[in-house]
């Protein structure tokens, strides 16, 4: 099993940065493909990002590309997720997640994990 805490989300203007990160509790992090996912008011929560654990391939949602970056460090325990270009439109919840199955790491039906969530909002 893990444990997931993510880190204090934020208020931060539009085209702002922040970094969340996620620490897990277990010997066995690195061997989880973990992702992030989010939730806006009155809406599901939706895929955001996710790296796998074997080679470190990474996946995010269309509307993040080239905005968003996550990565893991194994060594202590923590996942990131580096938020660049921040809009109004990524206001949500952001929860990190981990899986330990094989199945693709963008299905968050495939995660047995999940962290608390931490609010992030994008506003002026």
């Known amino acids: 099993q893990v444990k997931l805490v993510e880190s204090v989300g934020g208020l931060v203007q539009p085209g702002g940065s922040l970094r969340l990160s996620c620490a897990a509790s277990?010997?066995?992090?690195?061997?989880?493909?973990m992702g992030w996912f989010r939730q806006a008011p009155g809406k599901e929560r939706e895929f955001v990002a996710a790296?796998?654990?074997?080679?470190?391939?990474?996946y995010y949602v269309d509307s993040v590309k080239g905005r968003f970056t996550i990565s893991r460090d194994d060594a202590k325990n923590i996942l990131y997720l580096q938020m660049n270009s921040l809009n109004p439109e990524d206001t949500a919840v952001y929860y990190c997640a981990a899986k330990d199955r094989w199945g693709t790491p963008v299905s968050q039906t495939m995660y047995d994990y999940w962290g608390q969530g931490t609010q992030v909002t994008v506003s002026s």
């Open positions: 277990g010997r066995t992090f690195r061997r989880y493909d």
């Open positions: 790296i796998t654990w074997s080679d470190s391939n990474t």
